[in-house]
């Protein structure tokens, strides 16, 4: 059975939808226009364009830049810096180093120099002595004072030319002190050769006493001068005749004279002990006659390479 209750729809053709459809459009339409019409819109004004003060390209002018000139302009009072302002450690720093360098390079450059001069005073020296054999001029002694250059050799012991100018004016100062007294005053050469002679038989006597193992002390040399100080009755008195008489300090008096007299009385003492020493040695355990026994070794032992 059908339903009583339920109401039937009308019934449209298609012309009457669509004629509807378009009125409800319409009035849709309608009604969005007039509410767009109440909101009222805010124009915009258009900006007035202002004069350009900047003239065109065409009509700038280009003036000439002028040229700029540093120009020093010097400080009336000069800057003193205070001496209570610490400077920061990074400026400590800079100067320390800075000086250290300058500090370096003038140490490199008198080390250079010394250097330079020492080499240089030893091929002058060398060349005076033995290319010239001048080995007695000024500049010779001057040089040679300073610059050891051997005159002979005793086995690897040298015999510096120093020594002998020194001992050749000892000498020579002795006999100038001697002139009244003596009777014939030795000459420059007598006094050279002495010198030789004495200086090669004391460096003999060393070589030869090294090898017996003999030595001499200064206990030993003390004890000479103590006797030499008791027979001339004080220190000053011994001291006085060395300066007068060779010009000599007590220094030297132990070194010239003190200990090689004790060393050959030593070694003389070790050669009588050995019979194949023995031999050769002359008659009488005298020091003259050791060293008549050190001139026969001197053509064995004795390299000579300058000229005196």
Do not use: C
């Not at 003036?63 to 920061?88: G, I, N």
């Not at 001048?134 to 005793?154: E, G, M, R, W």
């Not at 004890?223 to 005749?241: D, H, R």
């Not at 010009?247 to 090689?260: E, H, K, M, Q």
Request: proline letters at 6%; glycine letters at 4%; aromatic letters at 8%.
């Amino acid at each position: 059975m059908p339903d009583k209750d339920k109401k039937e729809e009308p019934q449209f053709d298609e012309e009457t939808r669509r004629h509807m459809h378009d009125v409800v459009l319409g009035w849709l339409q309608r009604e969005e226009k007039k509410a767009t019409a109440a909101v009222p819109t805010k124009k915009k004004k258009a900006a007035k364009e202002k004069p350009s003060s900047v003239p065109a390209p065409s009509e700038a002018k280009v003036e000439p830049k002028e040229k700029v000139v540093a120009r020093f302009t010097p400080l009336k009072k000069p800057v003193v810096l205070d001496p209570s302002h610490e400077l920061p450690s990074s400026h400590e720093q800079l100067l320390l180093l800075s000086g250290g360098r300058r500090l370096h390079k003038l140490a490199g450059r008198v080390y250079g120099g010394l250097v330079t001069v020492f080499f240089g005073s030893i091929v002058l020296a060398a060349a005076l002595v033995y290319g010239f054999k001048q080995p007695h001029s000024t500049l010779a002694k001057i040089l040679t004072d300073y610059v050891p250059l051997p005159y002979a050799f005793i086995g690897v012991h040298p015999i510096f030319y120093h020594t002998l100018h020194r001992e050749t004016n000892a000498l020579t100062f002795f006999y100038s002190q001697q002139f009244s007294a003596m009777a014939t005053v030795p000459t420059s050469d007598d006094i050279k050769k002495l010198v030789e002679t004495t200086v090669r038989r004391r460096l003999i006597a060393e070589a030869l006493a090294s090898r017996h193992n003999i030595w001499v002390t200064e206990k030993e040399v003390d004890a000479s001068l103590e006797k030499v100080v008791e027979q001339a009755g004080s220190l000053e008195q011994v001291q006085n005749a060395m300066q007068q008489l060779w010009g000599w300090s007590i220094a030297d008096y132990r070194r010239n004279v003190l200990r090689p007299y004790i060393l050959k009385q030593k070694l003389l003492t070790s050669l009588e002990a050995d019979p194949l020493a023995k031999r050769e040695l002359p008659a009488g355990s005298t020091v003259q006659a050791l060293d008549t026994y050190l001139d026969k070794l001197t053509p064995t032992m004795v390299n000579v390479v300058g000229t005196f």
